[in-house]
């Protein structure tokens, strides 16, 4: 069975700081990945996408992660926090099958101080 | 833009009433979900379906139902709601592999 492992529950940086966000899956073959950005009250909003191809991925809001297959891993990373960036951000997996289900990590809670 | 639509963002019911939660998306897309959401659970997959009047069982249906009688309107349906229903609710549509979610529906069970 599939999983998504996300190893911090908080993550506590100061503004200008950079961001690393872990994410590690389970998975036979190379899934879908994804990470979603949730901002307190609000739904999930999609910050970037891995299908294929080059394996760093640029998404919205100055977000990139990278995919290295020999580590299962997806980190997402920023080089400069924003107060704006404080959310709960969320790795997810697709298999690829027809039902496009997702998997989704528990969560990583980002707080940001000045 | 896709835009997804839940009925209520605040909705509080007793024990015991039948809840509907509606959900509307205006992308002609196939596939909608639902999923529940809980402080250090995330999110977990409630029912989904691929086609109107299609539907499949996620990981913990136990107390829900669905409908899905419009392509674009895809419902939630707490029968019998209960103390251990009180969540965030949060309803996705999907393209090929990317889901889009609505804003959810913090329900309190009373």
């Known amino acids: 069975a599939q999983s998504v492992t996300q190893p911090d529950i908080h993550i506590t940086v100061s503004e200008g700081a950079s961001l690393e966000l872990r994410c590690n899956y389970s998975?036979?073959?190379?899934?879908?990945l994804f990470w979603y950005v949730q901002s307190p009250g609000q739904g999930l909003q999609l910050l970037l996408k891995?299908?294929?191809?080059?394996?760093l991925v640029q998404g919205i809001k100055g977000f990139e992660a990278e995919f290295k297959r020999s580590q299962s891993s997806f980190n997402l990373r920023k080089p400069s926090v924003h107060w704006s960036d404080a959310a709960e951000y969320f790795c997810?997996?697709?298999?690829?099958?027809?039902?496009?289900?997702?998997?989704f990590g528990k969560g990583t809670l980002l707080t940001v101080n000045p | 833009d896709v835009k997804v639509t839940q009925s209520s963002r605040y909705l509080v019911k007793r024990t015991g009433e039948k809840v509907f939660l509606e959900c509307v998306q205006d992308m002609d897309h196939e596939n909608m979900f639902w999923y529940r959401q809980d402080p250090g659970l995330g999110l977990r997959l409630i029912y989904f379906s691929y086609d109107v009047k299609m539907k499949e069982k996620g990981d913990i249906p136990e107390g829900y139902s669905v409908s899905r009688e419009k392509k674009e309107r895809f419902s939630l349906i707490l029968e019998s709601a209960s103390t251990n229903q009180t969540s965030m609710y949060l309803c996705?549509?999907?393209?090929?592999?990317?889901?889009?979610f609505g804003p959810g529906t913090r329900l309190t069970v009373t």
């Open positions: 891995y299908f294929s191809g080059d394996t």
């Open positions: 998975y036979g073959a190379t899934p879908y």
């Open positions: 996705a549509s999907s393209v090929p592999y990317e889901q889009y």
């Open positions: 997810a997996l697709n298999s690829g099958g027809s039902n496009y289900k997702l998997t």
